[in-house]
């Protein structure tokens, strides 16, 4: 038994310098981990420019913002076009005032743009009256933050209040009268509005049209040729009936002034263009033209397979057939 235990732990020459090597190698991997770090050095990295950066770059944010709250009422060149006027270089001068007194060059004086202050007068000489601060605020042009700098300046005559009156119950007061303002109330659903040659400085002294939906209503009227009646305006971006409502009883249309097509000489873009003209029937519309040559009446594309009379009643009115030079 022994002997074979013995046996079992016995090692031949070549398995002894097996172990020899191993147990040499482990312990060179230990000394390796013990007294390396000593010999070499871990190296420093130094942060300090990284924070100077910082520090600048926080800096600047901090002069950046005290700087644009030095100068509130400094318009900068993002303004957008669309809004009527350039106030790139805008800076207020105002001073207290009625906006249904004042003349152009009153206007000028204050510190708003030429354009904006023939917008105000045009809107007043198509009978428009500004009852309260915010009508001066929807007139086509006036950016959101020009109006906060005027509006504290606002005065207008029909807001003031009458002087209070007490009432004494004497003999010698029975023809005392309460005193009131002699001012005539706007009113709004008196001024008819012709919407084909009307301008958008006239809509927005409308119920519920402010700048953005009297710039929709006219850029749609071009692209149109004009309107035939008034219920086209629920097919503009954004209209529902609601606001449709508030201003209805203030439009009226002549379908005599919109802009005819003549289906002769009309080119495909061109018809292609207009609102109701979707691809497949400018093609539908030129096709039967090469058929029959030329129109001789508007009433021929009934005939149209793709037409139909719901269809045909709504584009009626924006086409024409001028007889050729020919004929």
Same mark, same amino acid.
Request: with cysteine; net charge positive; proline share 5%.
């Given at each position: ?18 172990l020899i090597?191993l147990?040499?190698?482990?312990l ?9 770090p000593q ?8 942060i300090?420019?990284f924070q100077?950066a ?6 600047s ?14 318009f900068?060149?993002n303004?957008s ?10 800076i207020?001068?105002p ?15 204050m ?9 105000i ?12 601060k ?13 109006f906060a700098?005027?509006?504290?300046y606002v ?23 309460k005193?009131g303002?002699?001012?005539?109330k706007y009113?709004?659903?008196?001024l ?5 040659s009307?301008d ?5 002294a ?5 700048p953005s939906y009297?710039?929709?209503?006219i850029r ?8 035939? #009646? =008034?219920? !086209?305006?629920m097919? /503009?971006?954004? +209209?529902d009936?609601?606001? *449709?409502?508030q201003?209805?009883?203030?439009i009226?249309?002549?379908p005599?002034?919109v802009?005819?097509?003549?289906l ?22 030129f ?9 001789? #009446? =508007?009433? !021929?594309?009934?005939t /149209?397979p793709? +037409?139909?009379e719901e269809? *045909? ?12 030079a020919?004929?």
């Amino acid at each position: 038994m022994k002997d074979r235990i013995k046996d079992y732990f016995a090692f031949n020459r070549k398995e002894q310098r097996g172990l020899i090597i191993l147990l040499g190698l482990l312990l060179l991997s230990v000394l390796i981990n013990l007294f390396l770090p000593q010999l070499v050095p871990e190296k420093e990295y130094d942060i300090a420019p990284f924070q100077i950066a910082v520090s600048t770059f926080i800096a600047s944010i901090d002069k950046l913002d005290s700087t644009e709250k030095i100068k509130p009422q400094k318009f900068s060149d993002n303004y957008s076009k669309d809004e009527g006027a350039d106030l790139s270089s805008f800076i207020a001068s105002p001073f207290n005032f009625d906006p249904n007194d004042l003349n152009e060059q009153q206007w000028v004086n204050m510190g708003i743009g030429a354009k904006i202050a023939r917008n105000i007068l045009r809107y007043r000489e198509k009978g428009g009256t500004f009852r309260d601060k915010k009508g001066l605020g929807r007139i086509y042009g006036m950016n959101d933050s020009v109006f906060a700098i005027l509006e504290p300046y606002v005065r207008i005559k029909e807001m003031e209040k009458a002087p209070s009156s007490s009432y004494i119950n004497n003999n010698d007061n029975k023809n005392y009268t309460k005193p009131g303002n002699n001012f005539t109330k706007y009113k709004p659903d008196t001024l008819i509005i012709e919407l084909n040659s009307t301008d958008s400085a006239s809509l927005l002294a409308c119920h519920g049209i402010g700048p953005s939906y009297a710039g929709r209503i006219i850029r749609y009227r071009e692209l149109l040729g004009g309107f035939t #009646s =008034v219920e !086209q305006l629920m097919e /503009i971006r954004g +209209m529902d009936s609601i606001r *449709y409502n508030q201003f209805r009883g203030q439009i009226t249309v002549n379908p005599q002034q919109v802009r005819k097509i003549d289906l002769n000489s009309v080119t495909f873009k061109e018809l292609l263009r207009h609102p109701y003209f979707e691809y497949y029937l400018v093609k539908a519309v030129f096709n039967f033209k090469d058929e029959i040559k030329a129109y001789d #009446s =508007v009433g !021929q594309i009934r005939t /149209i397979p793709v +037409m139909y009379e719901e269809l *045909y009643e709504k584009i009626a009115p924006y086409l024409d057939v001028k007889p050729s030079a020919g004929k």
